[in-house]
């Protein structure tokens, strides 16, 4: 989607910075909730929707930006957070690789439909979570049962809604942007 916006080198490292920058504001949307380390944020959201928008490459490179800069201490990740040394942090690693995979299916057209598009987000959404549990699991010394409890169950109704939030946009803003040449 990014493609239809002119401005070559600069565009693009204007979008990838603003990705980052983007998820880092709407990543601290949190409420921390009382019983798991993890804390329910729109970041999840933000890194979806950057997949789709900006495709594999720039969407990794922004989420990878965002990554490095929260490990250098930008307190940009949910609840001010920044470093590596926290329950949810593996969350954020799958960010990077989420953003990719979204970003990869979106530059095939997979965000053209309402349908297409649930299924790309259900995935991204599918890979954060196989990189942020077993973190947690690490993080707080606990067996996989108790991880998915802490740091999923809680989680799916804000998903869902957070999915059809971005299988809503997507499809909608191609209509109003107009299709591609492929």
Known sequence: MADVLPGGLVRDVSLVVGSAAFVGVVGNVAVPLPFTPVPLSLATFAVLLTGAALGPWRAGLGMGLYLVAGMAGMPWFAEQNSGWNFPSFG??????LAAVLVGMFARRGADRTV????GIMVL???LIYAIGVPWLMMSIDVDLGRALVLGVIPFLLGDAIKLALATGLLPATWKLVGEPDR
């Open 124 to 126: 991204g959404n599918l």
């Open 115 to 118: 349908v297409s598009t649930a």
């Open 91 to 96: 969350y954020i690693v799958g960010y990077v």
